[in-house]
């Protein structure tokens, strides 16, 4: 979860956690707007031109980090239903049991939509997964990703759970695309076995989720895991949240552009160019990159001292660029945890990748709705 580039802090749509049995629905919501680039990554750098409407099904696969199926279709068990509600995309998958994506359909997501456009747009693009299924293969259950509540669309109160469920004819478990991801990663990914974990983000902004004995900490309000706000700086650089020297002021793609610029006196570019730069020698954008490293694993140091996690998952645009310097992040984290045992906590990168929170979605279908 993430703020807005621009500040922008929007309490929850759809109140992930609270969604049943919520009110009205306004035919014609409020307009609202979405914001989120942490789960899937600085605007989709790797994600190639997103399919506009009208939707089609894409070949499984075809996004990047998809996964070919090798059978679609005739399975013995159902497929999960996914729908992953997003800021610039939504997509809506048959999942098999094993993560491979069957079939998937995506859309633009409106820039303003309101809840009647997002249902109305998801049920015509279930239907266009689940008519390329067998009959038997057809999934009895989805699960739906949305913003969290710090990048929600201004939406208020809204069932969006419910409403997907009526439209598309099977019940539909609803919760915030960081968790998702957290889901997704314990199912098919880095995190397969792992209790504790703390799932981070690193692309435009810098979000989290947070797994404890093996279930996914969203806090009272749904706000946990907000690691890109721990300050590092008291009058740090300002950060989208409003305030200074958060981890996300220091760490994020625009963040590590930013640096670079002060630097050298240039003009801002973007956080590949800094990597280029310190591809081709350039010093002052290693030394940029050093102190992001640094910088992270200061942050990632307060994380462990607070949770003692067994492992943090790194994911995200930045933090595959920032692989090479993984020696020096983890370098800071061991310098500023207390125990061995923390001093220990493995690092690994996320293997969910692009489709970490379709997947994570697929597994929340399998959870009853209505379970807590
Ligand atoms: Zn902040």
């Known amino acids: 979860m993430q703020l807005g580039e621009h500040g922008e802090r929007t309490l929850a749509v759809a109140r992930v956690r609270q969604d049943r049995g919520i009110r009205d629905v306004p035919a014609q919501g409020p307009a609202l707007e979405l914001h989120r680039r942490d789960v899937h ?4 750098p790797r994600s190639g031109p997103i399919r506009a409407a009208p939707q089609r099904c894409l070949p499984a696969g075809d996004g990047p980090g998809g996964r070919k199926p090798r059978r679609p279709g005739g ?3 159902p497929a999960l239903g996914a729908i992953d509600f997003g800021g610039t995309k939504t997509a809506v998958a048959a999942v098999a049991a094993d993560g491979r994506i069957l079939r998937r359909a995506r859309f633009e997501t409106p820039p303003r939509p309101t809840p009647a456009q997002i249902v109305h747009r998801i049920a015509a693009a279930w239907s266009e ?5 067998a009959a038997a293969d057809r999934p009895a259950a989805a699960g ?5 509540p710090a990048d929600a669309p201004r939406w208020r109160d809204v069932p969006l ?3 997907t469920s009526a439209a598309i004819g099977v019940p539909v478990q609803l919760d915030n695309d960081v968790n998702a991801c957290c889901l997704a990663e314990m199912r098919f990914g880095a995190a397969a076995g792992v209790q504790d974990f703390a799932w981070i983000q690193l692309s435009t902004g810098v979000g989290g989720g947070l797994v404890c004995a093996g279930r996914v900490y969203a806090g009272a309000a749904g706000l946990a895991g907000e690691v890109g706000h721990l300050v590092l700086e008291e009058d740090g650089p ?3 949240c409003g305030g200074r020297g958060c981890l996300q002021a220091l760490v994020s793609g625009p963040a590590i552009a930013r640096r670079y610029a002060e630097r050298t006196g240039g003009a801002p570019g973007a956080a590949p160019a800094v990597f280029a730069a310190a591809a081709d020698g350039d010093p002052a954008a290693e030394e940029v990159l050093q102190a992001v490293a640094r910088d992270l694993g200061r942050g990632l140091a307060l994380v462990v001292n607070l949770l003692n996690p067994a492992l943090l998952v790194l994911g995200g645009g930045v933090m595959e660029s920032l692989q090479a310097r993984l020696p020096a992040v983890r370098a800071a984290l061991r310098a500023r945890v207390i125990g061995q045992a923390n001093r220990e906590v493995a ?5 969910v990748g692009y489709d970490a929170a379709l997947l994570g979605a697929a597994v929340l279908g399998t959870r009853s709705a209505g379970q807590p």
């Open 41 to 44: 990554g600085h605007r989709h």
């Open 75 to 77: 399975l013995h068990t």
């Open 129 to 133: 997964v689940v008519e390329g299924l």
């Open 144 to 148: 739906l990703a949305a913003p969290g």
């Open 161 to 163: 759970a419910a409403l």
């Open 238 to 240: 300002p950060c989208a």
């Open 347 to 351: 690092v690994r990168r996320s293997a």
